[in-house]
């Protein structure tokens, strides 16, 4: 392996980015969507193994407070040697001094707390799409249950909802 690390948008083959990306199971748009999707981002990272991009991850930030992480993605024979670990330190680095939110699959939580994230307890999702791919997202294990609570909100009255749910 020849790994290398590239932060900049310039001379990137798009439908590599693309492939890797559809490879993972995180997106089936195209090489153009893409381009559009990764230029308009505020930090990239994109990782080669000699000339072939075999990595991909990007942020959206206002630059200065918030920042959210998207679209992390390392084709599987790179995984477990250090070069998911080292693309998201990098993607971080160009967000230095923001707030930083994440969306991840559920297996790779463990990863993202070694770097120091945490699970938050009051982020909300809202995704425009299917019942059915809602409830897949669900059953694999990126949303709680609906109207789900922690054991510590069960008394708490602010947590109980509208009068007509009580009943």
């Not at 307890?121 to 809602?134: H, I, V």
Request: hydrophobic share 40%; proline share 2%.
């Amino acid at each position: 392996m020849k790994i290398h690390y590239k932060t900049d948008k310039k001379d990137i083959n798009w439908q590599e980015v693309a492939d890797v990306l559809r490879r993972s199971g995180l997106s089936d748009h195209t090489a153009e969507e893409q381009q559009l999707v990764f230029t308009n981002s505020y930090a990239v990272v994109f990782v080669y193994d000699a000339e072939r991009i075999v990595g991909v991850a990007r942020a959206l930030s206002d630059g200065l407070l918030q920042a959210a992480i998207y679209n992390v993605a390392l084709d599987e024979e790179y995984q477990g040697h250090g070069i998911g670990r080292e693309m998201i330190l990098r993607l971080v680095a160009q967000l230095k001094g923001q707030n930083i939110i994440l969306y991840t699959h559920p297996k790779t939580v463990l990863l993202y707390e070694k770097l120091g994230f945490r699970r938050a307890k009051t982020a909300m999702e809202f995704f425009d799409m299917e019942a059915e791919q809602l409830q897949w997202m669900e059953e694999v294990g990126f949303f709680l249950p609906e109207h789900y609570r922690f054991c510590d909100e069960y008394d708490r009255e602010d947590m109980q909802g509208p009068e007509w749910r009580k009943k």
